[in-house]
């Protein structure tokens, strides 16, 4: 079946540091892939997503390119902020209103000065 | 943005009763879904419901759950017997019909805890 593969469980981050959070994906047919952000105590909100190999989604700053020959959609953030502390949540979707399928998230955390 | 409602936040019930989890979903939203996540572990798919339909249903979906939006009112997810296993956080999630609205909108969660 789908699956959707995020390496790292957790990343501790200085302010300002350059975040890359690892995503890869293996699918029957060519699905639509998303990035979702989960605050403590709430549901995943949306972050963007992109349905076609090359295709960049982006949204406050995180960016993630489409890449069919990787299988991968990588989270990128040039400078991170401590309002960024979440889980982030790589997914995929392989048809019409199809259920998500997603990884098994990565927590983004502040390190101390 | 649009806004997912789910109530309650929190229920405890004993094992072999019966829970209703509540949902009410962005008001022009047509596709409906149920998510279960055991604490620590990855979000997992349970059921997706359109037109007063189960579209699609995973392995977690057993016999003793069911789903309905009677006259538009709350998306329910229904628990009966409830089981130790049950115990998780269930979110609900809707989305638009068209193609351009493929991002499902979530709900900040029920916690279940069965005991």
Redesign the interface.
Known sequence: GDSVTQTEGQVALSEEDFLTIHCNYSASGYP?L?W?VQYP??????LF?A?RDKEKGSSRGFEATYDKGTTSFHLRKASVQESDSAVY?CAL?TG??????????TKVIPCLP | GPKVLQIPSHQIIDMGQMVTLNCDPVSNHLYFYWYKQILGQQMEFLVNFYNGKVMEKSKLFKDQFSVERPDGSYFTLKIQPTALEDSAVYFCASRRLDWGGAEQFFGPGTRLTVL
């Open positions: 639509a998303f979702y105590g709430e549901g995943p909100q949306f997503r349905s949540y979707c019409f209103a199809s259920a998500l399928t997603f990884g098994s998230g």
